[in-house]
Every structure is written in C-alpha cells, then in structure tokens.
C-alpha cells in the first residue's frame, strides 16, 4: 500500500499494483489508482480520477470539474453521480464523491448524472446515458447511443438535429452523436437527425418526429402523434390513440392501417403498428382503416378514405374526395372546412366548402363546419351494431339538421339552429344560441341548450329541458317531461299527461287534463288556463301555492284534473299569453316592457309607456264578483276570432264595426264592453278562483291587435272623463289603484265612440245585427 502525493500544480500520478492512496492537491491532475481498491482524492483543479484495474476504487474529486473516467474498462460499467456508486467493469465497488463528470468505456456503458451540470461521454458501445436535472453536456460517442429522460418530473422537448434540449431535466442540456432518446411520462416532444433514430415516448401524449433515415418512433402510453419523415420507418403508437402524419411528405402518400403498410412519398417502406390514425399529404392520398375506430384526414389533394371496420371519422379536407365509411357508425368531418356545407346522406350528396365535389357512401354522421351547414340523414332504422341512425354535430353557424326516420341523435353546438328528430326515438340538442328543436314522432329527448330556444316534443313520449335563456316547450301528444331550466320559460305540455317543471325563473305553464306543473320556489310563475274551459280550483289550505284544477263540462261535472305546486301569483286568466302584435311579432302580453313597439290600429308602431297588472285571490272575487272576466270563446267574433279562448275584464272594450253602426252611431267603428256582448254566441261571464289582469298604457288611448282581435288599450283619462258610466269608473280604481298619475286628458280622449249598455244591445240585436272584428 502506498500513498502518493501530488504538487500544487497539475500532476500526473499512476498507482502500483497495491491500495494505493493518491492525493493530486492543487491544479488540474491526471490520477490513476492502478491495480487495488485504490482511494483518489483530486483536491482542488479540474481533475481526472481513474481507478484503475482493481475492484471497488473511491474517487474523491474535491474542489472544481472533476470526471471519473473509465474508457480504459475492459467490460460496460455502470455509474450513478447521484448514488455515488459504480459496477460492472473497472467501476465494480467504486464509490463517487464530488464527481461532475463521467467518460465510459468502449462498451455497453450506463452513465447516470447528478442534479447538477454533468458532462457524459459515453465513448464507444452502446450508451445509455441519463443527465438528472442541470444543464448536461451529453456526448454519445461511437455505438448507437441513447439518452434517458423517463425520470424527469416535466416533459422534455429533444432535437437530435440541432442537440438542444429543453424543459424537464433536459432543461439547458447539449447532445452531440445520440441516436435515441427515452421521453418522460410526460408530453414530449423529440425530433430525430438525418441519421436512423430511435424516439420512445413513455407515458404523456408525445409527439415524436424521425427526420431522415430508417427511425424507430414508439409512442408509448396515451395519445401520441408519430411522423417518421423519409426513410424506412417503423412506427409504433403503443397505447392509447396514436395517429401517424404525412402531412410533410412531397408526395402522395398510400398507407393501410389493416395491414400497417405504406408506400408512396415519405410513407414508402413504412410499418405501421398500434396507430389508430392517419393524417395525409397535401397530395392525392390513399389512407386505410382497420378494424378498430379510426380517424381518416387526407388533408388537400383528391383523397381516397376508406374507414373498413369499426365507428370511423373521415376529414377529406380541400378537394374531391371520395370518402367511403365502411361497417360500423362512420362520421364525415368539415369542421375545417372554409365555408358552409350541405350533406344528404339519403343521396349520398355533398356540396359546398370542402364538401364540393366529395363522394359519400356508408357514412351515418357529419362534423359539420364553423358556418351554416344543411345535414340531413336517412330513413333507415339504426345499422347492425349502431346505437343511433344519424349523429349530426352542427359546430358553428346557424344550422339546419333534419335526422328524418331513425333513432337519430342531434346537436346544432354553437349558433341559433333548427334541429328536426323526425321520426324515431330521438336524442337532440340545440347547444349555445337560439334554437329550435323539433323532436318528431317517437319517444324524443330534446335539450335547449343556452340560449333562448324553442322546443317542440311532436308525438310521443318526450322529455325535453329549456336550459338557460327564457325558453318555449311544447310537449305535443303523449305523456311529457317537461323542464324549463334557468329563465322566464313557457312550458306547455300539450296532449297527454305531463310533467311540467319550471326550475328557476319566472315561468308559465299552460297546462291540462292529467298534468303535473311543478313552479318551483322564489320565483314569479303563472299557471294559464285561460284556453281551458269552466274550470275550479282546490288550493291546499296547508301550501298556497299548491293545489289541484278541476276541469268542468257544460254541466259543471269533473272531467278531469291538473295538480299544481310553487305557483307564487295566482292563477292566471287573462291577458298572460294573449299574443299582442309588436314589431317582432306576436308576443305573450306578459313579456312586454315600457318601450316595446306595439302594432296600433291608428297610428302604427307605437312604444309601450305603462304595464299595469294585478291579480285578485278567490276572497276577493267572492267579495266582488264584479271582477270576475268575460270569456270569449275561439272564434266566437268571426273565423279564428279571436285565434284562441281570451279571457277580458268585464269593462274591457273590443272593436265592433259595420253598416249597422254606421247607421245607428255615424261611425262604421265603435268599442262595446265585453260586459255587454257577454250574451252573445261564444261569449259567457267567467267563474274563477283567481285572475291577473293586464294592460299596456300608451300615448294616446289606441285599438291593438291581441289574439287576431282588435281591443282598446289602458285609458287612464278615463277617471276624469264625466261621461263614463259609474260602473266601468269604479272597475278601473279597483284593478289599476297604482295607474300613473301623468295622464294628460288631450291625450287620451277614446280611440272610438264608447257604446253604453243599452246602445250595444241595440247595435248586436239578433234581428239585424251583423258584427266583425278585424
């Protein structure tokens, strides 16, 4: 055993045969332990320390850039900076302490570095080199090298071609002659040289690009994208949903999924193993599914894509394609198409946006695109094996779907659509924006959406909910699941007995015979019945909001019942859904706001200044049945006058005109009460347990059109006009006692002669009265 010492400048010491101990000092040392377990202490300087022959060495590199270096080995070694231990080789027993840097043999070497930044040079063989964290200097030498970043705690970024290195461990590394690359479990991203290159994704969603030459590219677990460039390539996803793109390749390419072939462009000798997916060239490609489910993207050029086997998805991209579905539920994608598209998969059609020019067959669904698409499916009950005839995903744009016969299932996503069940048990969404769904026939399931959205269940027995926005639902026949979601909806359940639920906003529920109307709590909902006929109300003496309608015959017998619950105001009779025409349109009469223009008789559009209302309770009816409406039946003022059964206050005057009036009164038209039409055909004194009156105030007393019928607006001037009847002045204090007090009498002079009792009973004598109401 022997002890050698070096100077304070930079020494080069060899050891004998025995333990030596070295000791370099200061300056950049050159120490070679020899044979025997040799202790090396390099000191300060950059030093290099070798063990030498014997078996289990310490190197102590001490102050400055010290390496270990074993390229005298005679077998592979096997080091590790941050255990600090060495095996296999001249490394076998080794401990390293304050080592930087390794230098392998000419063999099989794994070389592993510490937190710090490590230089590893593997020499000749076939390295494995792993830096750890810091900015690693990473040299593979001769042999097929690869370095390892599977226990980095980030994904890492590789460029075989420009040695860069980043994020993760590779953060700041340099690689120079590395032939293949271990990723993290994280989604990484590795680029290959010119050269034949390994790249092994582990774990994450990588993206692994082979450059030139013969690459082997492993994806690994999760969704990886593979594109081995030119050259003999071997491509495997792994697990997961792995896609190969050829997207680079100068010129068409033909891959097979089925068989894992490719020829053609930079597919040409290709093998193809686990990958799911293709993307193609910008050429006329040929792409190939297999039998599982696979995404087909020929990208531009005109593409050949046949989906075989399984549910797949073919994106023809710019150009003619032919795209070609195969067995299982296949799908056509234009979500990048340019401009909107129209799909017929009953005539197997396609125009438009990328669809121009594309040949379809066996195709059951469409992605259509970001503008408004036209998607219609075919008659044909569900394939063998398929849960759905057609799937229609409207994407962007105001779109227009119709799945026809089948058991479709339907989603217009974003934009105001028009989405169309047919017939079949249908499942279809109007997604963000205002929609109309229409389930069809068949038991349907149909969902608004965002949006304010119209929903109509068809025949069947439907469910269908508003979502959010202030929706319309109608279930049509059958027995209905009603749900109006967040807004101010109208559910109305239509035929059948159906569940009404109003969830949270204002709602109105127009219900019936076997309906269950659920109003919800804190909210303002209203239950109309005002097109049901004679009718009594059972509250819940416990819950006054609850309760149960009984429907009456002519004769005053139960013909059937409707339970209600959470119905804050009251059951409304009145105006609350009278359509009254506006600038829009006809709206329920409960919709509108001071400032909305409202269709007049006289003066044309005209703005809203006032909406009165208020509703009386069965007490106070019974206290007064002076407040009790007048119930005009549909059609009882001519055909479809008025379009539906309107309920009016006893005073509320309606527009009569003709000869006869003309003859009697100077004027062809005039306003007669509805107290005092009240004997006429069609025309009956209502008895309810409740009512909510309405009216709508302009700036001059004006004739509006409510539910095809012409009727006078508020008139408040009416209080300080002498010649109003007593009967219709005490009429108005009670029902509108908050009018506004800025009535300006010029203003609200009557917008025609107002009859009295006994000059309407003349006016609509039997012996020669002829009434219309336009």
Not at 20 to 36: A, K, P, Q, R
Not at 448 to 461: F, K, P, S, V, Y
Not at 561 to 583: D, K, Q, R, Y
Request: hydrophobic fraction near 35%.
């Amino acid at each position: 055993m022997a002890t050698y010492t070096g100077t304070s400048g930079s020494n080069t010491i060899t050891g004998g045969n025995q333990a030596d101990t070295l000791y370099g000092l200061e300056g950049n040392d050159s120490l070679n332990g020899g044979n025997g377990s040799d202790a090396v202490y390099g000191g300060a300087g950059d030093d290099t320390l070798i063990g030498g022959t014997g078996n289990a060495d310490s190197l102590y590199g001490g102050d400055g850039l010290d390496v270990a270096s074993y390229a005298a080995s005679n077998a592979g070694v096997d080091v590790n900076l941050a255990t600090g231990l060495g095996s296999g080789g001249h490394a076998a027993g080794d401990v390293l302490v304050e080592i930087e840097n390794l230098i392998g043999s000419a063999y099989a070497d794994t070389l592993t570095g510490d937190g710090g930044a490590n230089l590893i040079d593997g020499g000749a063989g076939n390295d494995v080199m792993a830096g750890g964290g810091g900015a690693d200097t990473l040299i593979g030498g001769l042999g097929t090298d690869s370095v390892d970043y599977s226990a980095s705690g980030a994904a890492v970024t590789i460029d075989l071609a420009t040695g860069s290195a980043s994020g993760g461990d590779a953060a700041g590394d340099v690689l120079s002659q590395i032939e293949s690359i271990l990723g993290s479990n994280f989604a990484d991203l590795m680029t290959g040289d010119a050269g034949s290159n390994s790249l092994t994704g582990n774990a994450g969603a990588d993206s692994l690009y082979g450059g030139a030459g013969a690459d082997s590219l492993y994806g690994g677990d999760d969704n990886d994208l593979l594109q081995g460039g030119s050259g003999s390539d071997r491509l495997d996803g792994g697990a997961g949903v792995d896609a190969v793109d050829y997207a680079e390749s100068t010129a068409a390419v033909n891959v097979n999924l089925a068989t894992g072939a490719g020829s053609g462009g930079t597919a040409a000798g290709d093998t193809l193993v686990a990958v799911e997916n293709i993307f193609g060239s910008i050429y006329n490609d040929s792409l190939y599914g297999s039998t599982g489910n696979n995404v087909l993207s020929g990208g531009l050029g005109n593409d050949y894509l046949s989906g075989d086997q399984g549910d797949d998805t073919l994106a023809g991209g710019a150009g003619r394609d032919t795209l070609a579905g195969g067995q299982g539920m296949d799908y056509l994608d234009y979500r990048e198409s340019d401009a909107a598209v129209s799909i017929n998969l009953a005539s197997n059609s396609a125009s438009g946006g990328h669809a121009t020019g594309d040949v379809l067959s066996g195709v059951d669904g469409v992605f259509g695109s970001a503008f408004d698409d036209t998607l219609l499916g075919f008659d044909n009950e569900g394939l063998s094996g398929d849960v759905y005839t057609n799937v229609f995903f409207g994407g962007g744009g105001n779109d227009y779907m119709d799945g026809r016969a089948g058991d479709d299932a339907l989603s217009g996503d974003d934009g105001n659509d028009s989405v169309y069940g047919g017939a079949g048990n249908d499942s279809a969404s109007g997604g963000e924006g205002n929609d109309a769904v229409y389930g069809g026939a068949g038991n349907d399931s149909l969902d608004g959406g965002a949006g304010e959205d119209l929903i109509d269940g068809g025949t069947g027995n439907d469910s269908g909910y508003g979502g959010a926005g202030n929706d319309t639902l109608g279930g049509g026949d059958g027995n209905d699941l009603l749900e109006g979601g967040a807004g101010n909806d109208l559910l109305s359940g239509g035929a059948g007995n159906d569940l009404l639920v109003g969830g949270t906003g204002s709602d109105t529920f127009v219900g019936g015979v076997g309906d269950t109307i659920v109003g919800g709590a804190g909210d303002n909902d209203v239950l109309d019945l005002s097109s049901a006929g004679p009718y009594l109300i059972i509250r819940d003496p416990l819950d006054p909001m609850s309760g149960v309608v009984q429907f009456l015959d002519a004769f005053g017998n139960t013909i059937g019942t409707l339970t209600f619950s959470g119905i804050e105001t009251g059951i409304a009779c009145f105006t609350p859904g009278a359509l009254v025409e506006t600038a829009t349109g006809a709206r329920a009469i409960e919709t509108l706001r001071p400032g909305d223009l409202v269709l007049t008789r006289d003066r044309g559009l005209q703005p809203i200044r006032w909406v009165g209302r208020r509703s009386f309770d069965t007490a106070d009816l019974q206290a007064d049945a002076g407040l009790q409406p007048i119930l005009f039946r549909k059609g009882a003022l001519g055909p479809n006058l008025p379009a539906r059964d309107m309920m009016v206050s006893r005073q509320h005057c309606m527009l009569v005109e003709g000869p006869r009036a003309a003859l009697y009164f100077g004027a062809e038209e005039v306003l007669v009460r509805a107290l005092h039409m009240a004997d006429q055909p069609g025309i009956l004194q209502a008895m309810v347990q409740e009512v909510t009156y309405i009216h709508l105030m302009f700036d001059h007393h004006e004739v509006i059109m409510a539910d095809g019928v012409w009727s006078e607006s508020f008139q408040p001037a009416a209080r300080n006009i002498g010649g109003l009847e007593a009967a219709a002045r005490d009429e108005l204090f009670k029902i509108f006692a908050t009018m506004p007090d800025a009535a300006d009498p010029e203003k609200y002079h009557a917008a025609r002669l107002i009859l009295k009792a006994h000059e309407a009973r003349l006016l609509l004598a039997p012996e020669g009265a002829r009434r219309k109401a336009a």
